[in-house]
């Protein structure tokens, strides 16, 4: 499995991991020593966050909200994206 660099952010690192085709649409971001989540952008903004396992700090509310607006204002950009990305 291959990390697939997607949107920019800066300093949170977003990638695919080119094997998860057969989940839902998401991208991984991560805040290095801090916090890693998935962000399911096709999803409503309530239910878009989920957090991995791994580092345990604190997501702020502006990272959460950064996240999540990037998300539905490239929606159809990251699907292009995550189609072309992800082996099938």
Known sequence: MS???????????????????RHEPHFHAKKKGHWHVRVHFMKTKDKMIERVKGPRGRISSTDVNDLKADAVIHRAELLKEWEEKTVR
């Open 3 to 21: 990390k697939v660099n997607c949107i920019h952010l800066d300093g949170i690192d977003c990638w695919f991991w080119s094997q998860e085709y």
